[in-house]
């Protein structure tokens, strides 16, 4: 193709509305109230046909609306309104300053290979996407020195079509990036930004787009520049597409030129965040950069370390980000030389010897100071997972946490509910959305204009639903028929329950149709109906997945389903906001331990919507037994027929004898003890399980912890990281000559309450001095799996018995019960948590 120049001719805004283009470059609109209603309110139509985006919107518009917007007088109002809001947003001191003010200019950088904003964004794929749209709004509403980095797909994830046969069909829109809300980022001289990146035999240019996000910035790296070649500039293409060098290309623009880009447009942050394994090359460049100094390797290492944060979101070994030994010596042999390494060395900064891998996520759990799980049944798998590598380690001390995620309210809560709440929970609640007390006057609200509201939302919902099958039957040339019976689906008055997701099979999305003549009864019962919405995405690439979507369609099809099981298509964040703002019930089924998190129920409940789902992910910490249902048990299965069995039969149980009863048994017209499940699901779920908590708790937890240590490690020419470097390698040399030579103890099979347990152990530490190791009783419930729920306690140094042996004594007092205990001695130093060096030696033989 010839080259060509980019002009965009837009309408001239009016002086008394010129900001709009301004507002129209923020994704702030998208949560704040009036942000929508501002560009709506003009032309409502093009709105529509613009796909919600601003930017668009603003091409597309005709000069004449522009000016007849101007001169309207409530258009004029809406608009200062939104501005003085939009002013006193970014001008405001928020929470971040309130409580950090010495840290305001230390940014805190994000990393994710996606980003769920808004439907006008389409650079997303499902709940990690959202999950990190979700974090950086929040960021930007508690004044978070932030900064979001990504990769900007030409063609999106993939617009989903599902065909007259039932079968998945994956386009791959062509994205204008001058009709996003982004904006290309220039150089000091005005050009456009371009960042090299080193790829096997050839460099090839990135430039930079920034999206913001309120007070947050996102930046999002391109491959799609005339001066690459077409394979490179397909590069960024679509998100998780393509094979294994693109996908090692891919993580290689995001990690490695993602931390170039930042240090182009003067950006250093001081605490950098891994979201999912995709991103973690960025530690290499950040060592990389280090040893370009004349820093050490393994100093450079300790500097990244303290100042790196992970987050793990996978909760299966199959599900990390994997690459072979000769890929990544294609990829980095070049920068393995210059970080003094062979290929062996390099490989072991993130060798998987189980898998024979190098492996994304070990590099960045290897590099990083704090590490998380989204949820704490999540962080317990995740500790689980990684035990060989911690293997000397007690189970429950392998340092991975957890922080459950949220969403972000203001997106997901449904305009309506946004008016009601504020009528009886106060103007500012969105501001104070973590005060549980705020929640409880949800309860004030009366039990008939809640039900109002959200049958008037359940109503558009179906509006929504029906004119997506309109939409599809028509080009699909179904017969007319078949298009104008979509007008008696679905009924307000009927009990309606939504299953919309991301269709991976561990979701079991077709867990209902294992007992296909009961589905049948549940849906044609005359006098308490039910009636499904399944909506989803599969990989292009997982068969699998693709063919459960097929079985729904089939099913949805047969004449006792017909209209009352239905499939949508093309699964998005507008149609997701109709869906849980919409439906009665919100359907999780996932196979136990195998949901990460899960947010879409959060959002539902947020509008009242009763969840019913496995008890998985996020469930298990918000469930009450009387905020929603809880399909199962946590039991674990190693048969998993037997556990979908067993899962089916639970969920028909729950909704033949409880929910469905429940719904449908009313008391002057109204269904009171559903109205109060409802009540105790917000009250209780959205205090908790929202974004603003979350980043406050990644804030306090990990944020600034990580900050401090980064300053601590870099003082004095990385003096105190170059001391953490000496210390594990002169330790790890040594610790094989570490031993117990003797243990000792007062123990009895029985002991009385308030006993004191009188230890003492002799311990050979050759070389090692005794103020660099800690001599600890480890006690716990005793069990077929050995302690659990483990208390650990010092014993002191006595001397020296002979050289390098020394003798260590102390005395607790156990608790009640029935107890194990244990010795052991580990490195001990201040500068480090020491699971960072889990060199463990326990007592033999006790």
């Not at 009036?34 to 309110?41: D, L």
């Amino acid at each position: 193709m010839f080259p060509y120049r980019h002009v965009t001719v837009t309408p001239k805004l009016p002086e008394q509305i010129c900001r709009l283009k301004e507002l129209a470059y923020d994704f702030w609109f998208t949560w704040k109230p009036g942000g929508v209603e501002f560009f709506r309110t003009i032309k409502p139509e093009l709105w529509r046909e613009a796909g919600h985006n601003p930017v668009r919107f603003l091409m597309q518009i005709r000069e004449e609306d522009l000016v007849a917007a101007s001169r309207d007088e409530d258009y004029l109002a809406l608009y200062n309104r939104v501005f003085e809001q939009y002013d006193r947003y970014l001008r405001e001191e928020k929470w971040f300053e309130q409580n950090y003010p010495e840290h305001r200019e230390h940014v805190i950088a994000y990393f994710s290979a996606e980003f769920g904003l808004h439907e006008s964004h389409p650079i997303y794929s499902g709940g990690l996407g959202l999950l990190a749209g979700d974090h950086c709004k929040s960021a930007s509403d508690l004044g978070l020195p932030f900064a979001g980095v990504g990769l900007l797909y030409k063609h999106g994830y993939f617009t989903q079509k599902i065909n007259g046969e039932g079968r998945q069909e994956a386009e791959y829109p062509y994205l204008n990036f001058f009709e996003l809300p982004i904006i290309p980022v220039n150089d000091s001289a005005g050009n456009r930004l371009l960042i090299p990146v080193e790829l096997p035999g050839r460099t090839i240019y990135i430039q930079v787009w920034k999206a913001r996000v309120g007070r947050v910035c996102i930046y999002l790296l391109d491959a799609d520049i005339p001066r690459n070649t077409p394979e490179d500039r397909g590069l960024t293409g679509s998100l998780y597409g393509g094979d294994r060098e693109c996908r090692i290309s891919q993580e290689i623009i995001l990690g490695i030129g993602g931390v170039k880009a930042l240090r182009a447009m003067g950006i250093n942050p001081r605490a950098w965040h891994i979201n999912e394994g995709h991103p973690a090359f960025l530690v290499i460049q950040r060592i990389r950069e280090l040893v370009r100094k004349g820093v050490s390797l393994e100093t450079a290492r300790e500097v990244v370390r303290s100042s790196t944060i992970f987050t793990t979101h996978t909760p299966v070994p199959a599900g990390h980000d994997l690459f072979s030994e000769k890929m990544i010596e294609v990829f980095f042999a070049k920068i393995a030389a210059e970080l003094g390494l062979d290929l062996s060395g390099f490989l072991e900064l993130a060798w998987d010897a189980e898998r024979e891998s190098f492996n994304l996520t070990l590099l960045a759990l290897n590099h990083s100071y704090l590490t998380n799980g989204v949820s704490w049944l999540h962080g317990k798998v995740a500790r689980d997972m990684f035990r060989a590598r911690y293997n000397r380690l007690h189970p429950e001390e392998i340092p991975i946490t957890s922080i459950t995620n949220g969403v972000h309210t203001g997106s997901w809560l449904a305009g309506e509910l946004r008016e009601l709440y504020a009528r009886y929970l106060g103007k500012g609640f969105l501001d104070q959305v973590n005060q549980r007390q705020i929640w409880e006057k949800i309860d004030n609200i009366p039990d008939e204009e809640l039900w109002r509201v959200h049958r008037s939302l359940k109503e558009k919902m179906i509006d929504f639903v029906r004119a997506s099958l309109k939409k599809q039957r028509r080009r699909n040339y179904e017969l007319t028929s078949r298009i104008l019976e979509v007008d008696e689906y679905l009924n307000p008055e009927v009990l309606t329950i939504g299953f919309a997701r991301r269709f991976a099979t561990y979701k079991r999305a077709t867990l209902l149709f294992r007992d296909r003549e009961r589905l049948s009864r549940l849906v044609n019962d005359p006098q308490r109906p039910v009636r499904f919405i399944f909506a989803g995405k599969a990989h292009p690439a997982d068969l699998a997945g693709q063919e459960l979507i097929k079985q729904i369609y089939d099913f949805s099809n047969e004449p006792d389903l017909r209209g009352k099981v239905l499939l949508l298509e093309d699964y998005d964040i507008h149609m997701a906001r109709h869906l849980i703002q919409g439906v009665d019930v919100w359907l999780n089924t996932p196979r136990r331990l195998m949901e990460a998190s899960g947010t879409s129920g959060q959002k539902a409940a947020l509008n009242g919507v009763v969840n019913v789902s496995t008890l998985d992910g996020w469930w298990p910490e918000a469930y009450d037994g009387k905020n929603g249902f809880a399909v199962g048990t946590e039991r674990e299965y190693r048969n998993e027929e037997i556990q979908d069995l067993d899962d089916c039969y639970s969920l028909y149980e729950i909704l033949e004898e409880k929910l469905i009863p429940m719904f449908y048994r009313k008391q002057s017209g109204l269904p009171l003890e559903w109205i109060r499940m409802m009540k105790n699901s917000v009250k209780t779920i959205a205090p908790v399980f929202n974004t603003n908590r979350m980043v406050a708790e990644y804030t306090e937890r990990f944020y600034v912890p990580a900050i401090n240590r980064g300053l601590y490690f870099v003082r004095n020419n990385y003096e105190v990281a170059d001391r953490v470097s000496a210390f594990k390698r002169f330790i790890r040399e040594r610790w094989d000559g570490v031993a117990f030579v003797a243990v000792d103890s007062n123990a009895r099979p029985k002991m009385a309450v308030g006993e004191k347990l009188m230890v003492s152990a002799v311990v050979r530490l050759g070389e090692i001095a005794p103020d660099h190791v800690a001599v600890e009783v480890l006690y716990g419930e005793a069990g077929d799996g050995g302690l659990s729920n483990i208390t650990v306690v010092g014993i002191s140094c006595e001397g020296e018995t002979e050289p390098g042996t020394y003798r260590f004594a102390g005395e607790l007092s156990l608790p009640q019960g029935v107890l194990g205990y244990t010795l052991r001695v580990r490195p001990e130093n201040r500068d480090f948590p020491y699971t960072e060096l889990p060199l463990v030696t326990w007592a033999p033989g006790l």
